[in-house]
């Protein structure tokens, strides 16, 4: 056998394979420190000891004879032998570890989660299929008893297993029962391996014993890991099953309802850890959801399942003319995040039984590709004369074929339509969303007439995260500025000369029912009443920037103050087909970039301009990132920043390119609501036009004048009466040298 690093200078007896089921913690630990330092080159078995499990004829397997919903299971054909012949077998300490880093990573062998493949070789083991040659191979079952004692051999003396950084480790105990429940069903489904049935009965329940106690730190409240509790939950379920014995699970009603009240934010999402994770939270959390709901039946699962689908619609927007979804990655807490795309191939869909909750929760549906294009991509695998591609170290997970084949169909293109347009960003053009985290933890959700903005406030907690304003949207252009959470330049933010990053701090914010921070304070429980312009205020803890946020119907204004040099950075997602353009008459090719002085930029997507405007000529510049998204980088991350002393007012304004044509090219917006009592109207005018305007905004309740508006400035004005203003009238006279081009707008407001 080739060489395998030394993991100590120990010297143990041979023992046979049943011998070793006595190895775990203490024999490690005998071995001395090296044991917990990551192992060098590895290498597979050479069959010393095992014989080898035979690889795949040349040819196959034969495309066309998996049934449709088991196509998932021709990349782990393709490792079977590797991971088979991976165990180790003329090594007396290490004997039965899968050695060759298919699973999880540090590839160790205290790393007890890489040995959760026993269950894939068990069911290629037993399961009789006219494309599996490995159905009842002895040198397979033979391969199996030594991982499964060597398995085994890791469990604790509490009954958990180990991970190389603890000794007891919640999610390696609780996705190892779902495993092993997994491995004793394949073995009993052909009576293999009797003695080994017996062992892993005994383990099984030591293992659930121990997830169970709630006097354990994994129990404390509020629950910190959901995800983990609720795998190692369904491995308790699947563990009850397979042994037999319902009184395994009696307690997991108990559990599941300790889950539902401290497992899971106001806000909707699961906690992992304590705070949001996209990742987390969708392909892993809902799918192991959905086994446990499957197991018990217990309707407060649908009711967690609800909750978080409620939650979604305000953190995962839809993108027009795109495969997917757009993340609010901002909020996210420990996975990278970015978009979504909806892959029909069954090779990525980890997210598959998460859809056994549709019947109760339609809008779960909404997170997988549709039925047609499942269906689409099944025929082409099964017609294709490509070699089938293997799994990829370190991640073939042995989860994805355990739910593949059970999930639910997908939902149909016209049912995916008509639940996109009921969520509420999509569905209503005028809300605010205000919620709160189990920890010290905001999000707010406004939506306008003219975009939609996702805010995280409060504590950060980590330094994925990034506060403040994150993610602006439109339900028919699609995302203009977003915010990630992985790089040093990813996000929206201010950055001061001295080195403060206003999004990698904790904010304290207020909220005001006015134009500015002056305004009457507003509390948050009322926001949802703010149906005119309301400004939040968010201050960094170390008092470095304050940013004031002004919600106007048609845009924002982001004005922040530093109190000395600094620059604005916002990270745009820009399309192939978007102009961007500064007001000096710099035009940027889309995956370009540029270095201007100027007092505007913009960017116009199909009938939509998004103007960003600061006022004044300051040193401006795009840059595109290296960072592209969905099929083809077809949305490429850009950075936009202006540069300035300590003061700056940006405004952001979606305007309707239809109405910047005419005599004059200038917007005009009106909206209307109720408080107190009082009609209210607010009248937004832009000047897009190369000379200055005087603005005239004439309506019911009354008429304003404003002069010498420059090109990219605007006026916003608010009327009050006691009827409700139902047409607005905005006249643009041009002020420049030349003979006065004038243009009207009417705003039809009822």
Do not use: C, K
């Given at each position: 056998m080739s060489q395998r690093q030394s993991f100590g200078a120990t010297a143990l007896p041979p023992l046979s394979r049943r011998g070793f089921l006595g190895i775990g913690a203490a024999t490690i630990a005998a071995l001395g420190a090296d044991a917990l330092s990551?192992?060098?080159?590895?290498?597979?078995?050479?069959?010393?000891?095992?014989?080898?499990?035979?690889?795949?004829?040349?040819?196959?397997?034969?495309?066309?004879?998996?049934?449709?919903?088991?196509?998932?299971?021709?990349?782990?054909?393709?490792?079977?032998?590797?991971l088979a012949n991976s165990v180790v077998d003329d090594d007396p300490e290490l004997f039965g570890w899968m050695e060759?880093?298919?699973?999880?990573?540090?590839?160790?062998?205290?790393?007890?989660?890489?040995?959760e493949h026993v269950a894939t070789l068990s069911w290629f083991l037993v399961n009789e299929r006219p494309w599996n040659p490995y159905y009842l191979d002895p040198n397979l079952e033979a391969r199996l008893d030594a991982a499964i004692g060597y398995y085994l051999g890791l469990q604790g003396p509490r009954g958990a297993w180990p991970v190389t950084y603890e000794e007891e480790s919640l999610a390696t105990t609780g996705f190892g029962l779902v495993s092993l429940g997994n491995l004793q069903r394949d073995l009993k489904s052909e009576n293999l391996l009797p003695d080994r049935q017996v062992e892993l009965e005994a383990s099984m329940r030591h293992a659930a014993q121990w997830l169970m106690d709630t006097s354990l730190r994994h129990w404390a409240t509020p629950l910190q890991l959901t995800n983990q509790l609720v795998g190692g939950l369904a491995g308790v379920g699947h563990a009850s099953v397979v042994i037999g014995d319902p009184q395994l699970a009696a307690d997991l009603d108990d559990?599941?309802?300790?889950?539902?009240?401290?497992g899971q934010a106001p806000a909707g999402y699961f906690h992992d850890p304590l705070i949001y994770d996209n990742g987390y939270n969708s392909d892993v959390m809902m799918p192991d959801l959905a086994d446990l709901y499957q197991l018990t039946g217990n309707p407060q699962l649908v009711d967690m399942a609800r909750k978080w689908a409620d939650f979604a619609q305000y953190v995962m927007l839809p993108e027009p003319g795109a495969p997917g979804w757009v993340n609010f990655a901002a909020a996210s807490a420990r996975n990278s995040t970015s978009t979504r795309t909806l892959y029909p191939d069954d090779a990525r869909d980890r997210y598959a039984l998460a859809r056994a909750f549709v019947p109760e929760v339609p809008g779960l549906g909404l997170y997988s590709s549709s039925r047609e294009d499942k269906a689409a991509s099944r025929a082409e695998w099964a017609a294709s004369t490509e070699p089938i591609p293997p799994l990829v170290k370190p991640n073939a997970s042995p989860r994805l074929y355990m739910h593949v084949p059970m999930a639910p169909e997908n939902l149909g293109?016209?049912?995916?339509?008509?639940?996109?347009a009921q969520l509420?960003?999509?569905?209503e053009e005028t809300f605010t969303e205000y919620r709160e985290?189990?920890?010290?933890?905001?999000?707010?959700?406004?939506?306008?007439?003219?975009?939609?903005l996702a805010n995280l406030l409060g504590r950060r907690y980590n330094d994925r995260i990034r506060s403040g304003t994150g993610l602006l949207w439109h339900p028919t252009a699609g995302t203009v500025v977003l915010s990630l959470n992985n790089v040093a330049d990813d996000h929206w933010t201010t950055m001061t000369a001295s080195g403060a990053d206003s999004a990698l701090t904790d904010l304290v914010a207020t909220f005001h029912d006015g134009v500015d921070a002056g305004a009457p304070q507003l509390d948050p429980a009322d926001l949802a009443d703010a149906l005119g312009p309301f400004t939040a205020r968010y201050v960094s803890v170390a008092g470095a920037v304050t940013t004031d946020v002004l919600h106007r119907h048609d845009g924002i204004v982001r004005t922040v103050a530093t109190g000395g040099a600094a620059t604005e950075v916002v990270p745009l997602l820009v399309q192939a087909g978007d102009v961007l353009e500064f007001s000096d008459g710099t035009v940027v090719e889309a995956g370009g970039a540029a270095d201007v002085t100027a007092s505007w930029f913009s960017l116009t997507r199909g009938d939509l301009r998004f103007l960003f405007s600061w006022g004044t000529d300051r040193a401006a510049g795009v840059e595109t990132t290296q960072r592209a998204y969905f099929p083809g980088g077809t949305h490429t991350h850009t950075l936009l920043r202006v540069a300035h002393e300590g003061d700056l007012a940006m405004a952001i304004t979606t305007i309707g390119v239809a109405q910047t044509t005419g005599p004059v090219a200038f917007s005009g917006t009106a909206q209307t609501w109720t408080a107190d009592g009082t009609q209210h109207a607010a009248v937004h005018a832009v000047n897009l036009d190369t000379a200055p305007v005087d603005l005239r905004i004439v309506t019911s309740a009354g008429t304003r004048l404003v002069r010498d508006v420059a090109p990219g400035a605007s006026a916003y004005e608010l009327f009050s009466a006691a009827r409700r203003v139902r047409a607005v009238s905005v006249i643009a006279t041009t002020r420049d040298s030349g003979p006065p081009r004038v243009h009207v707008h009417r705003i039809d407001t009822a």
């Open positions: 990551a192992p060098g080159a590895l290498a597979t078995s050479e069959g010393t000891v095992l014989p080898l499990v035979d690889a795949l004829p040349d040819g196959a397997p034969d495309r066309t004879a998996f049934a449709p919903n088991e196509q998932v299971f021709g990349q782990y054909l393709l490792i079977l032998a590797p060759d880093g298919w699973w999880r990573t540090p590839n160790h062998p205290r790393n007890s989660r890489i040995m559990r599941i309802a300790l889950l539902a009240a401290q293109r016209a049912e995916l339509d008509a639940l996109t509420r960003p999509v569905a985290g189990t920890a010290d933890q905001q999000l707010l959700f406004v939506r306008r007439p003219g975009y939609y």
